[in-house]
């Protein structure tokens, strides 16, 4: 069946240093991936839109990289912040124009 | 320029009663979607509509869940009756183009409900 994972578990980091979120799919041949951001009580916020044929899309202190024949997706945070903290959830996007969410990964930045 | 706007934020209901959101999206967004956000999980879709038209509700589990969208722009999504298992987060979101994967999505706060 189809998966996607991200790691359940909260990233802990220091303020300053690049966080990593790693994004894994099985059974999936999505076209487009796209990287929200969460905040409690809140809805998600769209960041960055990559698709099959991009290795890599950049915006400010975000990169994302997309590598289809390890069905994964690495989303980097530079220099981060106390604000960056927050989950961040990965979404696939195969023909079938439907948006599928993974379950997201919280990141805490401590000063 | 406005958001996604929703309401209520929240809703605490007890098992049997009926309970209904509203979402009003972007203007001019065609694309209008409801999501079910259960506790650390991420959003999945249970109504996709373009303009009047649901055009994806597979996932929508009809025999106590229904949706609307009269004129294309605001929507009411309605439980009836409520299970313990229907509480979660019910997000609306909303994108200009009609389905396209890749369009980035615009969410509302949600509507956290509870029930009871």
């Known amino acids: 069946s189809q998966k996607i994972e991200q790691n359940s578990e909260a990233l802990n980091i220091q303020e300053g240093k690049t966080a990593t979120l790693t994004c894994n799919y099985t059974n999936y041949s999505p076209a487009y991936l796209q990287w929200y951001r969460q905040d409690p009580g809140r809805g998600p916020v769209f960041l960055l839109l990559?698709?099959?044929?991009?290795k890599e899309k950049r915006k400010e202190r975000l990169k994302v990289t997309f590598d289809t024949t390890l069905k994964q997706s690495l989303f980097h945070i530079t220099a981060s912040q106390p604000a960056d903290s927050a989950t961040y959830l990965c979404a696939l996007a195969g023909g079938f124009q439907k948006l599928v969410f993974g379950t997201g990964t919280r990141l805490l930045v401590s000063p | 320029e406005a958001g996604v706007v929703q309401s209520p934020r929240y809703k605490i209901i007890e098992k049997k009663q009926p309970v209904a959101f509203w979402c009003n999206p972007i203007?001019?967004?065609?694309?209008l979607y409801w999501y079910r956000q259960n506790l650390g999980q991420g959003p999945e879709l249970l109504i996709r509509?373009?303009?009047?038209?649901?055009?994806?509700d597979s996932q929508l589990p009809k025999d106590r869940f229904s949706a609307e969208r009269l004129k294309g722009v605001d929507s009411t999504l309605k439980i009836q009756p409520a299970e313990l298992g229907d509480s979660a987060v019910y997000l609306c979101?909303?994108?200009?183009?009609?389905?396209?994967?890749?369009?980035?999505?615009?969410f509302g706060p949600g509507t956290r409900l509870t029930v009871l």
């Open positions: 203007s001019g967004h065609n694309t």
């Open positions: 509509y373009e303009n009047e038209e649901a055009v994806d």
């Open positions: 979101a909303s994108s200009l183009d009609p389905g396209l994967a890749y369009n980035e999505q615009f």
């Open positions: 990559i698709r099959e044929n991009e």
